[in-house]
């Protein structure tokens, strides 16, 4: 497992190197530009005054020409070498993320996703879905705050038809299959948020585009002042030449009277509207003409996603150009006087504000399904690169829906490092199977459980999982892991955990197509051994036969009895051993209960006092 991780980190690394070395010779570059840059300036200057000295205006306009001509070359490569660095940039961040993702180096990812917890969640908190060192975390490469959390709603609501999850881990599997095509497009996103390492949200920026149509009365009122306009010009030119007196004037401030109250009833500031939408469709169209322009041969899923970027007539770069064309007729409200002057001879703002009303209602009915395309892409995209970092990493094999099996091959955790990661083999094969496993203190018995919940909950979002091999049904999932009391409902820890096994019971009888599949480590841990031991049984007894399967984590050896009585129940352990004064695990999952219990040995190697009480607690030979 290690080996195959270890050549890919080992290829991103001299990617980096490869990057790092055209990064210093573009900066090279840079500073030899700058410096030439800055003679040019003076010898623009220098030319310039050579040029009169010697040959007069005409030398002056000539050499000054040239030398601005040379100095605006430089000016332009400068900036293409910028640019140029600034991407390579953004290419290394790239990169070294997916190394951090490889290497669960967390000071070097992303930071979460700013969203909170949703309480009382099935498994949320106790799988570490989400959160600081979370799988949602190790995942997300998404540059848009909506792609980031639809990663998370699937990971948090596993997908429960069969046909609907082998479609999304198909496409899973093309993106999986083109890493190039994802590093694009996060460069592209990346761009769009001017470089800023943050997240942006397409949808405030959508929300710029809004569509607030003017009264319906503007255009019978646009229509009015058009005819007024030319009448206007029309008295105006026989008033000059003599033929009528000045009766335009009389008209005018009819027209300039009607003028302004359409214009309130516009009531909106057309330059910075129009302004709000270039600024929107300039950060999109960056990623929307990557998404244009791209190949998808062999990608029929990709394909079909980004259909709405490729349809000739309704390509977003449409809407980019004409975008462009409605800023110069509106930037004349920056021109006081001339604004003024043109809007007392013709209805300019009004004209063009009904362009651009009409231009936004039509960007308002295709920028949702395009940014919808996008955030999808982004969230598949997030998945396939969990795929391609994880060369070891497997779609799952999914079964119909009601089989209530869980099949895995070489089990592992996607939180625990491939280098030290240890697997296990899973079989659950029918309803109300439940594994009660035993085992010393740091054994592995929680991280075994968390590694079945989120294997199932990757594999019922579409992705692949960590394991050599997984079939199952798709599950509900449910767990009691880590379970907390809450000082401001005034709950106890016993009382929180009393009010979270009744939630797992009360989805384990819920009738319902979809088998349960829930954890629970260790039950009434908040409670004394007698009453815990008396409600495990009861509990565990309540649990046996019903529309689900799971695993227990005890360490009450007493209970490893119920196997005796409940068909269903099948014990299995992990163990220790001491050598050397330090304890040793193997993490390994074994049939049986455990053989062996280490609480005293971890008390007594740290140094309390603890071996007299075990000598006093020794059966006595006879």
């Known amino acids: 497992m290690a080996l195959d991780s270890t050549a890919r980190r080992r290829a991103l690394e001299r990617q980096i190197a490869r990057l790092d070395r055209r990064m210093a010779s573009l900066r090279r570059d840079s500073e030899r530009l700058s410096s030439w840059r800055l003679a040019l300036a003076i010898g623009v200057l220098a030319a310039a005054v050579a040029g009169l000295v010697l040959a007069g205006p005409?030398?002056?306009?000539?050499?000054?020409?040239?030398?601005?001509?040379?100095?605006?070359?430089?000016?332009?490569?400068?900036?293409?070498?910028?640019?140029?660095?600034?991407?390579?940039?953004?290419?290394?961040?790239?990169?070294?993320?997916?190394l951090a993702r490889m290497s669960l180096d967390w000071a070097r990812l992303p930071p979460p996703l700013d969203?909170?917890?949703?309480?009382g969640h099935p498994f949320e908190f106790d799988l570490d879905i989400t959160g600081e060192r979370s799988v949602h975390r190790l995942l997300d490469t998404c540059i848009t705050h909506e792609g980031s959390d639809r990663l998370r709603r699937w990971l948090l609501y596993p997908l429960a038809d069969p046909g609907a999850i082998r479609a999304r881990a198909d496409?899973?599997?093309?993106?999986a299959a083109r890493p190039t095509f994802r590093d694009q497009l996060a460069l592209q996103a990346r761009l769009a948020s001017g470089y800023d390492a943050g997240r942006w949200q397409g949808d405030r920026l959508a929300s710029w585009i809004a569509h607030h149509p003017p009264p319906p009365r503007v255009r019978g009122r646009l229509a009015v002042l058009g005819l007024m306009a030319g009448l206007n010009i029309v008295l105006f030119l026989l008033n000059a030449g003599g033929i009528?007196?000045?009766?335009?004037?009389?008209?005018?401030?009819?027209?300039?009277?009607?003028?302004?109250?359409?214009?309130?009833?516009?009531?909106?500031?057309?330059?910075?509207g129009a302004l709000a939408v270039q600024d929107v469709l300039?950060?999109?169209?960056?990623?929307?003409r990557f998404l244009e322009r791209a190949r998808y041969?062999?990608?029929?899923?990709?394909?079909?996603?980004?259909?709405?970027?490729?349809?000739?007539?309704?390509?977003?770069s449409l809407y980019v150009r004409r975008a462009a064309r409605l800023i110069p007729a509106l930037s004349i409200q920056n021109n006081p006087l001339l604004w003024v002057m043109l809007n007392a001879v013709v209805p300019w703002d009004i004209f063009f504000a009904l362009r651009l009303a009409d231009y936004r209602a039509a960007l308002d009915r295709r920028l949702p399904g395009w940014l919808d395309a996008l955030y999808e892409l982004e969230a598949r995209a997030a998945l396939a690169a969990f795929a391609w970092l994880n060369p070891t990493a497997r779609f799952p094999d999914i079964l119909p829906a009601g089989e209530a099996r869980y099949e895995a091959r070489g089990?592992?955790?996607?939180?625990?490092?491939?280098?030290?990661?240890?697997?296990?083999?899973?079989?659950?094969?029918?309803?109300?199977?439940?594994?009660?496993?035993?085992?010393?203190?740091?054994?592995g018995k929680s991280s075994f459980l968390r590694a079945l919940g989120v294997n199932v909950a990757l594999a019922c979002a579409g992705s692949a999982v960590c394991a050599e091999s997984l079939r199952l049904g798709p599950f509900r999932l449910y767990t009691s892991i880590r379970v907390s009391d809450s000082v401001t409902e005034g709950f106890s820890y016993f009382y929180a955990e009393v009010r979270r096994l009744r939630g797992l019971l009360d989805a384990l009888r819920v009738d319902d197509a979809l088998p349960l599949f829930f954890l629970i480590d260790e039950i009434f841990r908040g409670t004394n051994n007698r009453e815990r031991l008396l409600g495990s049984r009861a509990y565990i007894r309540a649990l046996s036969g019903q529309n689900g399967v799971g695993a227990i984590a005890t360490h009450d050896?007493?209970?490893?009895?119920?196997?005796?009585?409940?068909?269903?129940?099948?014990?299995?352990?992990?163990?220790?051993?001491?050598?050397?004064?330090?304890?040793?695990?193997?993490?390994?999952?074994?049939?049986?209960?455990?053989?062996?219990?280490?609480?005293?040995?971890?008390?007594?190697?740290?140094?309390?006092?603890?071996?007299?009480?075990?000598?006093?607690?020794?059966?006595?030979?006879?």
């Not at 003028?259 to 516009?266: D, E, G, K």
């Not at 390994?588 to 455990?594: F, M, Q, V, Y």
Request: a neutral charge; glycine letters at 8%; hydrophobic letters at 45%.
């Open 58 to 98: 005409p030398g002056f306009f000539g050499l000054g020409a040239l030398a601005v001509i040379a100095f605006l070359i430089a000016v332009m490569a400068h900036g293409r070498v910028e640019r140029a660095i600034r991407r390579f940039v953004l290419w290394r961040a790239i990169r070294q993320t997916h």
């Open 115 to 119: 969203v909170p917890a949703e309480p």
């Open 171 to 175: 496409a899973v599997r093309e993106l």
């Open 244 to 272: 009528l007196p000045p009766l335009w004037g009389l008209t005018w401030v009819a027209y300039f009277g009607l003028f302004l109250h359409t214009a309130r009833l516009v009531g909106e500031d057309l330059f910075e």
């Open 282 to 288: 300039t950060r999109l169209g960056r990623v929307f």
């Open 297 to 316: 041969d062999g990608a029929p899923h990709l394909a079909a996603l980004c259909a709405p970027f490729r349809d000739p007539a309704e390509r977003p």
């Open 411 to 443: 089990l592992g955790h996607p939180l625990i490092l491939a280098e030290r990661r240890v697997t296990n083999d899973v079989h659950f094969a029918q309803r109300g199977q439940i594994m009660l496993i035993t085992g010393s203190n740091m054994s």
């Open 557 to 622: 050896l007493e209970l490893v009895k119920l196997a005796d009585a409940l068909p269903g129940l099948e014990n299995w352990h992990f163990r220790d051993d001491v050598s050397d004064g330090r304890m040793h695990f193997d993490y390994r999952l074994r049939p049986g209960p455990s053989p062996t219990t280490n609480a005293l040995k971890i008390m007594a190697l740290e140094g309390l006092p603890v071996r007299a009480e075990a000598e006093d607690e020794r059966p006595s030979g006879g």
